[in-house]
Nanobody, 121 residues
Framework: QVQLVESGGGLVQAGGSLKLSCAAS????????MNWYRQAPGKQRELVAG???????NYADSVKGRFTISRDKAKNTAYLQMNSLKPEDTAVYLC???????????????WGKGTLVTVSS
């Protein structure tokens, strides 16, 4: 029903910036919240940032002041602007969306495949 595709990952030096994109496609759905998670090898997946349909945002303490989540509802796309990157930010970043079917009104979580961000010192 909903497909999420991330892009924008890559290799960047510490102190640099990257902007990730998450494009949602499909039909018959209304997205409520969109979130960015990340997972490093051997580590649990953690919530990095989220934005609700009303525009409220939340961030992990480790990224506050450095990362900004935004959303373009017309394009069904979420973004994560990452500044002042640190080596500990290295991870696979995954897009998550909560959506309701316009036909059945069922709510489901959807996940992208992820994009790799590597920050070198």
């Amino acid at each position: 029903q909903v497909q999420l595709v991330e892009s924008g990952g890559g290799l960047v030096q510490a102190g640099g910036s990257l902007k990730l994109s998450c494009a949602a496609s499909g039909s018959g759905f209304n997205i409520h919240a969109m979130n960015w998670y990340r997972q490093a090898p051997g580590k649990q997946r953690e919530l990095v940032a989220g934005v609700t349909s009303g525009g409220s945002t939340n961030y992990a303490d480790s990224v506050k002041g450095r990362f900004t989540i935004s959303r373009d509802k017309a394009k069904n796309t979420a973004y994560l602007q990452m500044n002042s990157l640190k080596p500990e930010d290295t991870a696979v970043y995954l897009c998550n969306a909560g959506a309701r079917s316009t036909l059945t009104w069922k709510y489901m979580d959807y996940w992208g495949k992820g994009t790799l961000v590597t920050v070198s010192s």
